[in-house]
């Protein structure tokens, strides 16, 4: 098993960042691949970013591309999410998962272990 807890999260004003941190515990040798996921108000939660363990090739969706950064600090096991220029619409509970390899990365059934969530919340 493998446990993940989400820090960082706030309030900021549109335009500003915020860096997220998920801390890996437990069985971190079986993480093949982690990501961010979130989940606004009345909508599915769907993929942010993901980031290859051994490799750290990253992915991100569109609506994120050139605004966030994923990247991990094996050392600490942990995975970090920077977020600038944020926007209203970035307005979300943000979950970070676990997932072993082989995985595909923007599907949240891909992930086994998830954290508790922190909440982002953007004002314009």
Do not use: H, N
């Not at 691949?33 to 606004?40: C, D, L, N, T, V």
């Not at 990365?105 to 982002?120: D, E, K, M």
């Amino acid at each position: 098993q493998v446990q993940l807890v989400e820090s960082g999260g706030g309030l900021v004003q549109a335009g500003g960042s915020l860096r997220l941190s998920c801390a890996a515990s437990g069985r971190t040798f079986s993480i093949g691949g982690m990501g961010w996921f979130r989940q606004a108000p009345g909508k599915e939660r769907e993929f942010v970013a993901a980031i290859r363990w051994s490799t750290t090739s990253t992915y991100y969706a569109d609506s994120v591309k050139g605004r966030f950064t994923i990247s991990r600090d094996d050392a600490k096991k942990t995975v970090y999410l920077q977020m600038d220029s944020l926007k209203p619409e970035d307005t979300a509970v943000y979950y970070c998962a676990g997932a072993t390899a082989p995985w595909r990365y923007a599907l949240t059934a891909s992930y086994s272990q998830w954290g508790q969530g922190t909440q982002v919340t953007v004002s314009s």
